[in-house]
């Protein structure tokens, strides 16, 4: 299958600090890609849907102001949590959709997922 | 409203024996995806299965088995011969054609333990 990567794959951080994350599409080109949020224990809860030249789209609760999202170029998303607090330890995974790819099954795949812990 | 409910939040079982993990969607769509996938201990979600709308055969792939029911919009996952390796955490996870994006909507997800 389609391969995504993010990076860092875990970050510690002070609290007032900014963590940016990258999520990349390794062998495809994505127009679409989505970011998470899974606090331990829970299950995913879509953040927002990062559209390729175009501003994100962020789901009711989530301060798109903390939690900028760039998709500059259609293999690259980034996710920038500003001011870090403690309360935004979580794990953070993006997904992305290839629709080129005929004859698979997964219509979207997700990265490994970045730990974020906030001291 | 929870478009995914997976209602079993923990199961344990001991090696060997077989287990069921439901899952129960709600949608208006009528072409849609329903989805499997396990996230072991390390987090990286896995893709098991995906299933359309208009196809609800059953499929089976090695132990896995998906029985998938429109009449009372389930799509249940069993796993034969449970083993070890199987203890993870099983989500069930929903993507609505309409949808703008597509995006997906996950069931809490159920954890799985296979006691050895």
């Known amino acids: 299958g389609a391969v995504v990567s993010q990076h860092p794959s875990w970050v510690i951080c002070k609290s007032g600090t900014s963590v940016k994350i990258e999520c990349r599409s390794l062998?495809?080109?994505?127009?679409?890609m989505f970011w998470y949020r899974q606090f331990p224990k829970q299950s995913l809860m879509l953040m927002a849907t990062s559209n390729e030249g175009s501003k994100a789209t962020y789901e009711q609760g989530v301060e798109k102001d903390k939690f900028l999202i760039n998709h500059a170029s259609l293999t690259l998303s980034t996710l920038t949590v500003t001011s870090a607090h403690p309360e935004d330890s979580s794990f953070y995974i993006c997904s992305a959709r290839d629709l080129g790819r005929t004859g698979s099954t997964e219509t979207q795949y997700f990265g490994p997922g970045t730990r974020l812990l906030v001291l | 409203a929870q478009k995914v409910t997976q209602a079993q939040t923990e199961i344990s079982v001991v090696e060997k024996e077989d287990v069921t993990l439901d899952c129960v969607y709600e949608t208006r769509d009528t072409t849609y995806y329903l989805f499997w996938y396990k996230q072991p201990p390390s987090g990286e979600l896995v893709f098991l299965i995906r299933r359309n709308s208009f196809d609800e055969q059953n499929e089976i792939s090695g132990r896995y088995s998906w029985n998938f029911q429109k009449s009372t919009s389930s799509f249940n996952f069993t796993i034969t011969a449970s083993q070890v390796v199987d203890s993870a955490v099983y989500f069930c996870?929903?993507?609505?054609?309409?949808?703008?994006?597509?995006?997906?909507?996950f069931g809490t997800g159920t954890s799985l333990t296979v006691i050895p």
């Open positions: 062998d495809f080109q994505a127009t679409t």
């Open positions: 996870a929903l993507s609505e054609f309409e949808e703008a994006g597509n995006q997906f909507y």
